[in-house]
């Protein structure tokens, strides 16, 4: 017969283990990494009590039929892995055939990742149109010492990973704001994208748009095709802002004219803020010291809290 020390260390082992701060994606997530631990924690109390494992069975709720759902977990499987530059990939995820993520513009997806026996949540917005069938794309950047980096570094074609949404995202009408200014810094390109995109397919949309895209150099530019596609449109505008170029006249002629060295500091913001052809409504996303120091530069330039969107 087990000993009353032996069926408690078993049950502790089965015992959910609360979240660290740092497995939290910090979105406002519903529900979030702690009220899924909650949910476990009464479930594993609930089954102690009555010394029943099967109360645990239904511990991690997931699906497999490819709909994406806020609560549960759903499997998708990586069709391809593109490396974009040396710490970043852009990922590719089957849908079945004609279905779509339905995602309206800029919201995210929360990714679900065990590292170390850790759960780790971390939120990504997707970067192919919201309407996209058969599959959606994620931009990703691999942090050395990230714990969701380690998870995705293994990644390969063909593997299967959980995601659960959609969350948060920008209410964008139509013509509703004259001009939106996008501050976007590494991957804080992401939310950008969807929302161009559907300015730029809806002929009767004449929002006019400057996308200010901050990188370290010029390499580190990412999807530079697709940008350069966009600043085609009449109503699109892309300055890059590169924080370790010395000198532009490495960079090749089409870029000279709309890129500048440095930081994005107050002095920039008010110049790009002048030659806005209307009064902007700004976009901001990036690390939260790059979105506090783009809040505080428009203020300065006289852009009212009200009129900025921080994803």
Same mark, same amino acid.
């Given at each position: 017969?087990?000993?009353?020390?032996?069926?408690?260390?078993?049950?502790?082992?089965?015992? *959910?283990?609360?979240?660290? *701060?740092?497995?939290?994606?910090?979105?406002?997530?519903?529900?979030?990494?702690?009220?899924?631990?909650?949910?476990?924690?009464?479930?594993?109390?609930?089954?102690?009590?009555?010394?029943?494992?099967?109360?645990?069975?239904?511990?991690?709720?997931?699906?497999?039929?490819?709909?994406?759902?806020?609560?549960t977990f759903?499997?998708?499987?990586?069709?391809?892995?593109?490396?974009?530059?040396?710490?970043?990939?852009?990922?590719?995820?089957?849908?079945?055939?004609?279905?779509?993520?339905?995602?309206?513009?800029?919201?995210?997806?929360?990714?679900?990742?065990?590292?170390?026996?850790?759960?780790?949540?971390?939120?990504?917005?997707?970067?192919?149109?919201?309407?996209?069938?058969?599959?959606?794309?994620?931009?990703?950047?691999?942090?050395?010492?990230?714990?969701?980096?380690?998870?995705?570094?293994?990644?390969?074609?063909?593997?299967?990973?959980?995601?659960?949404?959609?969350?948060?995202?920008?209410?964008?009408?139509?013509?509703?704001?004259?001009?939106?200014?996008?501050?976007?810094?590494?991957?804080?390109?992401?939310?950008?994208?969807?929302?161009?995109?559907?300015?730029?397919?809806?002929?009767?949309?004449?929002?006019?748009? @400057?996308?200010?895209?901050?990188?370290?150099?010029?390499?580190?530019?990412?999807?530079? *095709?697709?940008?350069?596609?966009?600043?085609r449109y009449?109503?699109?505008?892309?300055?890059?802002?590169?924080?370790?170029?010395?000198?532009?006249?490495?960079?090749?002629?089409?870029?000279?004219?709309?890129?500048?060295?440095?930081?994005?500091?107050?002095?920039?913001?008010? @110049?790009?803020?002048?030659?806005?052809?209307?009064? *902007?409504?700004?976009?901001?996303?990036?690390?939260?010291?790059?979105?506090?120091?783009?809040?505080?530069?428009?203020?300065a330039a006289?852009?009212?809290?009200?009129?900025?969107?921080?994803?």
């Amino acid at each position: 017969l087990q000993t009353m020390s032996e069926n408690e260390d078993e049950w502790l082992a089965l015992k *959910p283990q609360e979240p660290s *701060p740092s497995q939290c994606c910090g979105s406002g997530c519903k529900p979030c990494i702690y009220d899924v631990y909650e949910k476990e924690l009464a479930q594993w109390e609930r089954a102690k009590a009555k010394q029943d494992k099967s109360f645990l069975v239904e511990k991690k709720e997931q699906s497999n039929n490819s709909e994406l759902n806020p609560d549960t977990f759903t499997a998708f499987s990586i069709s391809s892995v593109e490396q974009l530059t040396e710490d970043t990939y852009q990922y590719k995820f089957e849908l079945p055939a004609n279905s779509s993520l339905q995602l309206s513009l800029g919201q995210h997806i929360v990714l679900r990742g065990v590292v170390n026996g850790l759960e780790i949540q971390r939120a990504y917005t997707p970067i192919s149109p919201g309407n996209a069938e058969g599959y959606f794309e994620v931009l990703m950047k691999c942090y050395e010492a990230g714990l969701m980096s380690q998870y995705i570094k293994t990644w390969k074609k063909g593997d299967t990973v959980f995601w659960r949404g959609p969350f948060g995202g920008f209410p964008y009408r139509p013509n509703k704001h004259g001009e939106l200014l996008m501050l976007a810094s590494g991957t804080g390109l992401a939310p950008m994208l969807p929302i161009l995109q559907s300015i730029t397919e809806d002929e009767e949309d004449e929002t006019f748009v @400057t996308l200010v895209g901050c990188f370290r150099t010029f390499d580190k530019i990412y999807l530079k *095709p697709l940008l350069q596609d966009l600043a085609r449109y009449w109503n699109i505008r892309i300055f890059y802002v590169l924080s370790q170029e010395a000198s532009l006249e490495k960079l090749p002629w089409s870029y000279r004219e709309n890129t500048y060295t440095g930081h994005l500091d107050e002095d920039l913001m008010r @110049t790009i803020i002048n030659s806005c052809r209307r009064k *902007p409504f700004v976009l901001i996303c990036g690390s939260s010291a790059f979105n506090e120091d783009m809040s505080r530069y428009l203020k300065a330039a006289g852009i009212e809290e009200n009129s900025c969107f921080v994803f």
